[in-house]
């Protein structure tokens, strides 16, 4: 960075480049993170989706990850109003979201979504249908609250995954991305405290990345080959924040490599604080490991532009507005390719535009307020 070069073209030269991910162009390096909002009645994402997420493509946002929309398996969800990636008219729904994002300029993948164990009690269309999981254990270590999926609940949902991966495809969207994060279905499988399975989908890292591996591939064989594959994970779950799949990069190579090996284009790595180091000895936070560690693009998310993290705000809280300077640095050196933005664009539909245009002036505080309405 020359030491005259005004902050505002700093921003705009570092996060314009356009990135590639498979057979997909991102037109620049500002994604927005998928976020549930709960305002698809019947799971029917309705034209107040549609121009939500319009609104933030057509305000610069290069990369659109929807909300986490449920696969078509009895036991994926738990909610009526979370959108499904099934149904004549929840994909009817979506393909006026695709439409509008591409009008806008941007492009789009949904977060395809099972939360295995999570579910508690369901609303229709599958009310009575049971919690499914790796061990049938809760991510809180309760014992016996669901079913141990069998082969052939695994390959149901196996397919469900494949199946909503080409509805994407058909439909119009630009990639999908997996949800392999926070505690839910595959990340259940991940992770050694929900996974107690002695047969080939539990033991040692590489065993438990299996059923992830799986669905990666059903996907990459039901999909166009050019067609992007995103895998989004995390350390951390619901429930358990202080858990790890990983506590060196040897182990979360491990983890990574069967399933860059499977087909995954790029990796969505999440973190509450993106400038936190993964792991002592190195500044990398964990999407510059995963990186490194994969040689595929990632994707970086937590806390950017706002001093103060995300499970806060589920409390209510507010966070003032943080400078993103130390994010241009690590994408300056290539630690990760693009930037996942959360609140902060829920907060404010044009807070891409403002940051490509160096108005950090105009930026806003993230106000709780905002998760109770879809503007
Ligand atoms: C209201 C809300 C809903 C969320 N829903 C999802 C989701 O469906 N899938 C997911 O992977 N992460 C979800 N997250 C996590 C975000 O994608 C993101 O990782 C987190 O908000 C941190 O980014 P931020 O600090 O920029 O908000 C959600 C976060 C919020 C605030």
């Not at 020359?2 to 700093?10: D, G, Y």
């Not at 799971?43 to 946002?61: F, K, L, M, Q, T």
């Not at 990369?63 to 036991?75: A, D, N, R, W």
């Not at 509008?100 to 599958?126: D, N, S, Y």
């Amino acid at each position: 960075m020359s030491v005259t070069q005004p902050a505002s073209s700093r921003a705009a030269e570092i996060l314009s480049r356009p990135v590639s991910i498979n057979g997909l162009t991102v037109p620049n390096r500002i994604a927005m993170a998928p976020m549930t909002r709960m305002f698809s009645p019947d799971g029917i994402p309705g034209e107040d989706v549609v121009s939500y997420y319009g609104r933030r493509a057509a305000a610069g946002v290069g990369l659109i990850v929807t909300e986490g929309t449920y696969v078509g398996h009895e036991s994926a969800g738990q909610s009526d109003r979370v959108p499904r990636f099934h149904g004549e008219e929840q994909l009817a729904g979506w393909a006026k979201v695709a439409e509008a994002v591409h009008a806008g300029g941007g492009t789009i993948v949904p977060q395809l979504w099972h939360i295995g164990m999570v579910r508690k009690q369901g609303e229709p269309p599958f009310a009575d249908a049971p919690a499914v999981g790796p061990s049938g254990i809760r991510v809180d270590g309760t014992e016996g609250a669901g079913k141990a999926m069998t082969q052939r609940d695994l390959d149901d949902v196996i397919g469900a995954f494949a199946e909503a991966a080409a509805a994407a495809e058909r439909i119009g969207f630009d990639g999908v991305e997996l949800h392999g994060a926070h505690g839910y279905l595959i990340d259940q499988f991940l992770w050694a405290g929900t996974n107690r399975r002695t047969d080939a989908y539990g033991g040692d890292p590489v065993a438990r990345a299996k059923f992830a591996a799986e669905v990666v591939a059903a996907v990459r064989e039901t999909v166009s080959a050019e067609f992007p594959v995103i895998f989004r994970y995390s350390q951390w779950k619901q429930e358990a924040y202080d858990a790890r799949l990983a506590e060196t990069p040897e182990e979360l190579e491990a983890v990574l490599a069967p399933l860059a090996a499977a087909g995954v284009d790029a990796f969505h790595a999440s973190t509450r604080r993106y400038w936190v180091p993964e792991f002592d000895g190195s500044d990398l936070n964990l999407a510059g490991w995963t990186k490194k560690l994969t040689g595929k693009p990632a994707i970086t998310v937590g806390s950017v532009g706002l001093d103060g993290e995300f499970l806060r705000g589920f409390a209510g809280e507010g966070a003032p507005v943080k400078g993103i300077d130390d994010l241009l640095d690590r994408l300056e050196r290539d630690e990760f390719d693009m930037v996942a933005v959360g609140r902060a664009l829920l907060q404010d539909p044009e807070w891409a535009a403002k940051v490509l245009a160096g108005r950090f002036d105009e930026l806003k505080p993230f106000d709780a307020a905002a998760l109770r309405s879809l503007s």
